[in-house]
Nanobody
Framework: QVQLVESRGGSVQAGGSLSVSCTAS????????FGWYRQAPGKQRELVATSGIFGTNYADSIKDRFTISRDNAKNTVYLQMNSLKPEDTAVYYCYAKDKWNGSEYWGQGTQVTVSS
């Protein structure tokens, strides 16, 4: 089992920056992919970014504005969000995938609010 705990999100004005992190505990040696998803009110959860053995992957909507990075020694993944827009407002969820059985793990979610 893997547990994911996200840092607190926050509120920022449009154009601002925010960083969130997620630390994994438990059987972290099983993880090969970390990622971030988000869910805005009334919308489905969507991919933001992932970091795995084949590199990083970003949603088109946030490309060139957000950066995913990871510190494997700390079992932590980060999401740096720049040039934030009101449409980035959502609950952001940390994600991890088991490299052996494909199990997916989710954090509890952290709210990011961008005001215009």
């Amino acid at each position: 089992q893997v547990q994911l705990v996200e840092s607190r999100g926050g509120s920022v004005q449009a154009g601002g920056s925010l960083s969130v992190s997620c630390t994994a505990s438990g059987s972290t040696f099983r993880i090969n992919t970390f990622g971030w998803y988000r869910q805005a009110p009334g919308k489905q959860r969507e991919l933001v970014a992932t970091s795995g053995i084949f590199g990083t992957n970003y949603a088109d909507s946030i490309k060139d504005r957000f950066t995913i990075s990871r510190d494997n020694a700390k079992n932590t993944v980060y999401l740096q969000m720049n040039s934030l827009k009101p449409e980035d407002t959502a609950v952001y969820y940390c994600y991890a995938k088991d490299k052996w059985n494909g199990s997916e793990y989710w954090g509890q979610g952290t709210q990011v609010t961008v005001s215009s």
